[in-house]
């Protein structure tokens, strides 16, 4: 006979209520008349991550194992539940904008029609809304609440399927160019196949090694001796499967062409939401499993570090989309990520894991504000992604090239702006436990990077305005809120962090 | 002790002027109707409050007041205080700055008025109040130096004022350049003050400055000095006085005569406990002023611009101040009733020659003037009587003033106290001929000017400052020396004024000093009075005379030695930026630009090339953690 699991509902609430919504989201998808599917799942949505938001506010303090010792509800755990369901919240809101695009929504009506048929023709013109992606978007949400609270592997690879398959639908959903997003969801989902295999043989092979699939078992097995072969290799494996999730070069190469074929809301969702769960379950699978072995994969992360940043800063460089540019930028940031895993020390000492949850919130944040302008400079095909097409923005559009360059200054990491305070964390966390070489690199590339972030400023503002350019749309109330949060924070961050900073750092203690 | 009452607020006196120039800088055209009334007011309003503040000051104990404002800088060890100490060397500086500059406010109302730029002209001069009003109310070094800087700053804005004259452009750069030779010096004492003291207030410095090795007092009064050379004019870094009269003309009697240039004198006063420890820097203040002395002096007499004869004339007399205030606790008191009485009757000079200009079409040129003292009658009698108290008339101020600093020297009772004493007794004589050749052809013998000007008498908004300067050149030194002993009342910050043994009788001193002033004005009639001015200066002249005509080649020297090094050096590091800097520079991003475009190449669309890509990602990492468990 099988006991059931203790199971702490009040601790898992966060993730009962996103999983609850969607679930309930599939229902109304099948039995709610389509005229009021889209309020009613957007309500849905809303009050899901918000609900979820709140309840890990409501449980800041909790520090428990539960579900059987498969789940751990600690601070770094709600930190990042929040920070997922805010981000995840208002990735909702850039979901439902409908006043942007002239057939009212950025995803096509129905997925499944050819691309180029008479039947796809047919529907560009329908005012139809398709309204599957909030459920699929909650399941994803879900997934990612569940990957950063997981504290056994087999849950936390059933997370990070439950993450992804979601995401790469939803990626192949664009109402324009949608042969690109088809191959970007291809592309995505063979690749994330790929490295879920890694994952999944790592997770083998350290079972083999150490008997257990619980983190805490593994580190005991791991302090005890001082590992075989086998268990470095699935270390290394695994290791692997986040690093990809996290788009850290070398494992980059899905990035770029992923974020340019989803559609923008969904590339929004992706870098910030999907940048903070991989790195939930990075930090937690090496400092709580492995912890003992530091010593094994600390010049891993450090290498992979250096490579994301010089490769993302460098490829940047000569990018002239715009959404291409950012998925470099988010390669690069997933490299000064790494810096601060660094910091966090062999014994858990040092001020990186709050440093890497600051980081994680700016960028964000941030990242998500940048992407939403995107959505709002358009021309008769879609998003103008062009470099070229924003030249002399500045003077048609003021307000709008005031705010893209404020979140391009924070992602440069210019002081005043979020941006800095985080790099400034991370840089300071890994000089403290001796990484200075990293954080020397880490410099060089911040500031090679600055070049393609300012040299978009330069085209707003010093640039005249190209003849046939794109038009600003007006963005709805949904993208408007968007905008207001995320710039106000990206300058509340950078003036005043003391608050969020003491937050992180609070909450920067794993429970084992 | 803690200010109360008034002296709380004396933080007013800064901020009520710094207010004036902000509104009058910030309201653009909008204030150009009543902005000059504002400057003028706000100026008047802190001369009030510092004579308030004043006599509330005379009645507390030790006669000192500090206002604690806020903390400036507190980082690591240096925690600098942003506070403000009323005494009574800071309150007679306060008075003397608020006093003449209301004075030539209201003058400037009418000199300006037809200046399209009059409001820019009033916001420069309030701005130039209130930095100075901080530089002498600091009660730490690092205030001293923010109103050092912010006076040269507003000095430069205002020789600059008319800014589309390339002579006058060329001035302030010449101006600004040398005061920061000057400023380096200020600078680099304070941080040497800080190194070794780790305090750059008054308090604390000039407590502790006694325990530190002679070499270093030495070191920081010579820095000082430097400091001090190149705000008031002194050798080497006199020249740019005498150009700064570009400027409009109030500006050269504030800034260039009665306040901003005096600045020097009112920091090595400042700094007496430090001085009083370095006798070598003593003696090279003395030095410098007596040849600052000489130089001015002799420069003063050959010039035919009537603002660069007041100019050299006003080198000369700070030359006599610091000539003072070399001579350590003897002199201070001196050097400063020269100061003051110095800021009066320079101040109404410089107004009389504004008169002047006013009345004869803004020509400065003495050869073109003449006979003036008809047309001109008011401007004749406040600037006669200006001339008077300068060159030493008996009981007119500089009689006072002038003979302190001579018994002063010649009490040192050494040869080189009569050496000083001879110097400054020289000078006397030279002052005498140079201001006597200014007075004959301005305002007597034959007219020389043109036909189509008119001289008419300035309005009265003009004249009134003239004379309320002209009653006090007169009565200045009296007051200075007998009625309101400056020495008693400065006292609390220099020490009781000691009975010194007279060397020489006062009252021959005062003989010989009156013989030589009129030998001046005699040889000044006989070269000058006695025939006819030539229109165009003589070309076939004496070596003296061209050697004096160049300021006894002050500016070549500069610019051979400093000026021409300076732009090969310059001219060097241009090519090696457009070669060495920017080459490096381009080529690194041509290089990121090329290595960017290669890597990019790996980013082929196809699925299979990134599977490859992640695969050999994965085979580094197992290679690598098998290299590591292995080894």
Excluded at chain 1, 223 to 228: I, N
Aim: aromatic share 10%; proline share 4%; with cysteine.
């Amino acid at each position: 006979m099988i006991d059931a699991p203790d199971f702490s509902f009040a601790a898992l609430s966060p993730l009962l209520l996103v999983l609850g919504a969607a679930c309930i989201g599939v229902l109304v998808e099948a039995f709610a008349p389509r005229d009021v599917r889209h309020p009613v799942q957007v309500g849905l949505a809303l009050t899901g991550t918000v609900g979820a938001f709140v309840a890990t506010l409501l449980l800041a303090g909790t520090r428990e194992v539960t579900a059987g010792g498969a789940l751990a509800v600690d601070g770094p755990t709600l930190f990042l539940q929040a920070t997922i369901a805010g981000l995840g919240a208002l990735s909702i809101l850039l979901f439902a904008e409908r006043s942007l695009d002239p057939a009212r929504s950025a995803f096509v009506v129905s997925a499944a029609v050819p691309a180029g048929s008479p039947r796809d023709r047919e529907l560009v013109t329908t005012q139809r809304v398709q309204t599957e992606v909030y459920p699929l978007a909650l399941f994803a949400i879900g997934g990612m609440l569940l990957f950063v609270a997981a504290n056994d592997l087999l849950v936390m690879f059933v997370a990070l399927e439950v993450l992804s398959l979601p995401l790469y639908l939803i990626s192949g959903m664009a109402r324009r160019r949608r042969l690109l997003s088809q191959e970007a969801a291809v592309k995505y989902f063979l690749l994330g196949a790929f490295a879920s295999a890694f994952f999944l043989y790592g997770l083998a092979l350290v079972y083999g090694a150490t008997g257990s699939v619980r983190l805490r078992d593994i580190r005991e097995a791991v302090t005890a001796e001082s590992g075989g072969v086998l268990m470095v290799l699935g270390l290394g494996l695994l290791v692997v499967g986040l690093l990809f999730k996290a788009s850290v070069a070398p494992f980059h190469s899905w990035t770029p062409d992923v974020y340019q074929g989803a559609p923008t809301p969904v590339t929004a969702f992706m870098a910030a939401c999907t940048k903070v769960a991989a790195f939930g379950a990075i930090l937690r699978l090496l400092y709580v499993a492995f912890g003992a072995a530091e010593w094994t994969w600390r010049p891993l992360i450090y290498a992979a570090a250096i490579i994301s940043m010089i490769v993302g800063a460098v490829l940047g460089l000569t990018q002239t989309d715009l959404k291409r540019m950012l998925a470099y930028s988010s390669v690069a940031h997933a490299g000064f990520l790494l810096t601060g895993v660094i910091g966090f020390g062999a014994g858990g000492d040092g001020s990186g894991l709050a440093a890497t949850m600051f980081y994680l919130v700016t960028y964000g944040l941030t990242t998500l504000g940048a992407f939403a302008v995107l959505t709002l400079v358009r021309d008769g095909d879609g998003e103008a992604g062009h470099l070229s097409q924003w030249a002399g923005l500045g003077a048609r559009s003021p307000l709008t090239a005031a705010v893209m360059s404020l979140f391009l200054l924070a992602l440069a990491g210019i002081p005043l702006t979020a941006g800095f305070t985080g790099k400034f964390a991370v840089f300071r966390a890994a000089i403290e436990q001796g990484a200075w070489p990293l954080a020397v690199v880490a410099l060089l590339a911040s500031a090679v990077a600055a070049f393609f972030y300012l040299r978009v400023i330069v085209l707003m503002y010093f640039s005249d305005p190209v003849a046939d350019g794109p038009t600003v749309g007006v963005p709805g109330l949904p993208t408007t809120i968007v905008l207001a949060v995320t710039a106000t924070a990206t300058l509340a961050l950078g003036i005043l962090p003391g608050a969020v900073l003491d937050l992180a750092g609070r909450a920067a203690i794993f429970v084992g | 002790m803690p200010a109360e009452g008034l002296l709380a607020a004396s933080w007013l006196l800064i901020a009520l002027p710094l207010a004036g120039a902000a509104v009058l800088l910030l309201g653009g055209r909008r204030t150009d109707r009543w902005g000059h009334l504002l400057g003028t007011a706000t100026v008047v309003a802190a001369f009030l409050l510092a004579v308030a503040c004043t006599v509330q000051l005379a009645g507390l104990d030790g006669r000192a007041a500090d206002v604690e404002l806020f903390t400036f800088i507190a980082t690591g060890e240096l925690d600098v205080t942003a506070g403000l100490l009323y005494d009574p060397l800071s309150a007679v500086f306060v008075l003397l700055i608020t006093g003449v500059g209301s004075l030539i406010h209201v003058f400037s109302i009418g000199y300006m008025a037809h200046d399209p730029a009059r409001r820019r002209f009033f916001a420069y001069l309030n701005l130039f109040v209130a930095a100075m009003l901080l530089l002498v109310l600091g009660n730490s070094f690092v205030a001293l130096y923010v109103g050092w800087e912010g006076v040269g700053l507003a000095s430069y804005l205002l020789i600059a004022f008319w800014y589309t004259r390339p002579a006058a452009a060329t001035a302030a750069k010449k101006a600004f350049i040398m005061n920061r030779i000057g400023d380096v010096g200020l600078a680099l004492a304070i941080f040497v003050m800080f190194a070794q003291l780790g305090t750059t207030s008054y308090a604390g410095v000039f407590g502790s400055v006694g325990t530190l090795a002679g070499g270093t007092i030495t070191a920081i009064g010579l820095l000082l000095l430097l400091g001090a050379c190149g705000k008031s004019g002194q050798f080497p870094l006199q020249a740019w006085l005498p150009d700064a009269m570009e400027g409009p003309t109030p500006v050269s009697a504030l800034i260039h005569a009665a306040t901003m240039v005096t600045a020097g004198v009112y920091l090595i006063a400042r700094s007496a406990p430090i001085y009083d420890l370095t006798p070598t820097a003593r003696a090279v203040i003395l030095a410098v002023g007596a040849v600052t002395l000489l130089i001015g002096a002799i420069a003063g007499c050959a010039f035919d611009d009537i603002k660069k004869v007041l100019a050299y004339s006003t080198v000369s007399q700070i030359g006599y101040m610091f000539l003072a205030v070399g001579l350590g606790p003897a002199g201070y008191v001196a050097g400063l009733a020269h100061l003051l009485a110095h800021g009066f009757f320079k101040a109404g000079l410089f107004l009389g020659a504004g008169s002047v200009m006013h009345a004869m079409d803004d020509s400065v040129d003495m050869r073109r003037f003449g006979g003036l003292a008809k047309k001109l009658p008011i401007t004749f009698v406040t600037f006669g009587l200006g001339y008077l108290a300068l060159i030493g008339f008996p009981f007119l101020s500089g009689y006072f003033t002038k003979d302190a600093i001579i018994e002063a020297a010649l009490d040192r009772g050494d040869v080189w106290g009569w050496v000083l004493g001879g110097v400054a007794v020289l000078g006397a004589g030279l002052t005498a001929f140079y201001m006597t050749r200014l007075m004959l052809m301005t305002f007597f013998g034959r007219p020389r000017w043109d036909d189509g000007v008119h001289p008419h008498e300035a309005p009265t908004v003009m004249t009134a400052p003239m004379i309320v300067l002209a009653v006090g050149s007169v009565a200045a030194g009296a007051l200075l020396v007998s009625v309101f002993p400056l020495a008693d009342w400065l006292a609390p910050v220099f020490g009781e004024p000691a009975e010194a043994a007279h060397v020489v009788a006062p009252a021959l001193v005062g003989l010989v000093v009156t013989v030589v002033m009129v030998l001046g004005v005699l040889t000044a009639w006989l070269f000058v009075g006695r025939r006819e001015v030539p229109v165009t200066a003589p070309v076939r002249v004496s070596p003296v005379t061209r050697a004096a005509r160049n300021a006894l080649y002050a500016d070549t020297v500069n610019e051979s030695l400093f000026m021409r090094p300076g732009q090969w050096l310059t001219r060097a590091l241009v090519w090696f930026d457009n070669r060495g800097v920017d080459g490096a520079v381009n080529g690194l991003a041509a290089g990121l630009g090329g290595s960017s475009s290669r890597l990019g190449r790996a980013q082929t669309g196809f699925v299979r090339t990134y599977a490859l890509g992640m695969l050999g990602g994965v085979v580094m990492v197992a290679g690598a953690l098998l290299a590591v468990t292995a080894g």
